[in-house]
């Protein structure tokens, strides 16, 4: 891992100064590491302190821009230890029944949903109608209607949703999304995404069809399918797909073990992806161009990403992406920062569209039309 001193690049004084962050800046969240900081901060709940919810925490140690003040749990003893290890105080502290009292604590601004993915539609309505704003994490939910009805929720409370999509902001990948908007890969024709890792234990939440609302292609077949349109730079309007189960009794019904798919963008690019619960070093994404290309390998692990073109080897420097992230959702939440590639609710939605259709599409055999 690189330190933060590898990160020290030169920032323009008005980059710092601009009261309102409406512009994507490409230098703005790996180069600030020495620069002084007194804008707004983002205060944050952490909802499920679970195994990324503490990679969240640790990671916001570094952050600038956002801090963890509040918990929310249903195990007593995790809230003791965390409170003694990020300074929590009690007040900040809620379990599942009583965390709508949220709304009467102006210690936060915001909660972090961590937990099951079958859980975050009705966490996330219950964070909006507190008045605080929402940080999802993906997929934001285990359909696109309920994805649809939290987007509306936080708008009907007037709050913010944003899914924890951490590649949108990881510099190898927005370099390689900047060279595709200046042309430097020509017509872009095709997009291959590999995602997957061999599933442990039999029974934890990712193999319950209720708590995790499918199976690989929840949890991790959506790196490819969020890849394909942040790398191809449009939206799919058709997917086919293919399942392949070894294995029923560890997959059950509805639990999806691996799935092929394909999808079509308007311009006349596809894509061919792979999401699987059963193989091993599955972590590549390669962009094809009329005249250039782009690989990321791995592309969306917690890095270093490693990324190359038709040009050479990407050299930005790895910071910690939750440590990016949450300093950037800061930025979107505070101060209105528009990022290259939308994080937003309406985002996510996209994704879990794309999801049901392939989902539709292993079921009928049929190509299944999208409209995004
Ligand atoms: P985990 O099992 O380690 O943690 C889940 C937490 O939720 C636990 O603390 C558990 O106690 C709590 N929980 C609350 N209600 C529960 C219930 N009814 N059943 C089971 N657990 C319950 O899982 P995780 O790996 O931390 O994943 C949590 C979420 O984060 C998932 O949506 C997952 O897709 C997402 N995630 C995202 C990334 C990323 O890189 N963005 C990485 C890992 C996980």
Redesign the pocket.
């Known amino acids: 891992m690189s330190s933060r001193r590898d990160f020290l690049q030169k920032v323009t004084a008005s980059a710092i100064a601009l009261p309102v962050l409406n512009q994507y800046s490409p230098i703005s969240f790996n180069d600030m590491d020495d620069q002084p900081y007194d804008g707004p901060i983002l205060r944050v709940a952490i909802m499920?302190?679970?195994?990324?919810?503490t990679r969240v925490a640790e990671a916001m140690k570094g952050c600038k821009k956002a801090k963890l003040t509040g918990l929310i749990?249903?195990?007593p003893s995790k809230v003791l230890d965390w409170q003694k290890k990020y300074d929590i105080p009690e007040k900040n502290c809620y379990n599942?029944e009583n965390f709508d009292q949220l709304k009467d604590n102006p210690d936060i601004d915001a909660v972090y949903v961590?937990?099951?993915?079958g859980?975050?539609h009705d966490e996330v309505i219950r964070v909006a109608k507190a008045g605080k704003h929402a940080i999802c994490?993906?997929?934001m939910a285990i359909n696109a209607q309920q994805g649809q009805e939290m987007v509306d929720a936080c708008k009907a409370a007037n709050v913010k949703l944003l899914v924890?999509y951490?590649m949108h902001l990881e510099p190898k990948t927005l370099e390689i999304i900047k060279m595709r908007n200046e042309g430097e890969f020509g017509k872009i024709l095709f997009f291959q995404g590999l995602s997957g890792f061999r599933i442990g234990n039999p029974n934890?939440?990712r193999l319950n069809k209720e708590?995790a609302g499918g199976g690989a292609m929840m949890?991790i077949g959506i790196y490819s399918i969020n890849g394909a349109r942040y790398m191809i730079g449009e939206e799919p309007f058709w997917v086919t797909a293919q399942e392949t189960k070894n294995d029923p009794v560890k997959f059950k019904e509805g639990v999806d073990e691996t799935i092929q798919f394909q999808m079509g963008f308007p311009s006349g690019a596809i894509a061919s992806c792979l999401s699987t619960y059963s193989m091993r070093n599955l972590d590549r994404f390669f962009l094809n161009g009329e005249k250039g290309f782009a690989e990321l390998l791995p592309a969306t692990g917690y890095g270093p990403i490693k990324g190359r073109t038709n040009k050479g080897e990407l050299d930005h420097p790895h910071k910690t992406h939750q440590t990016v992230q949450m300093d950037e959702m800061s930025d979107i939440i505070l101060q209105g920062k528009q990022p290259l590639v939308p994080l937003d609710g309406e985002e996510g939605v996209k994704d879990m569209k794309i999801i049901d259709a392939i989902y539709k599409a292993v079921e009928t055999g049929n190509k299944i039309p999208l409209s995004l």
């Open positions: 499920g302190l679970g195994s990324y919810g749990s249903g195990t599942y961590i937990t099951p993915n859980l975050h994490e993906k997929p924890g951490r934890q939440w708590l949890d």
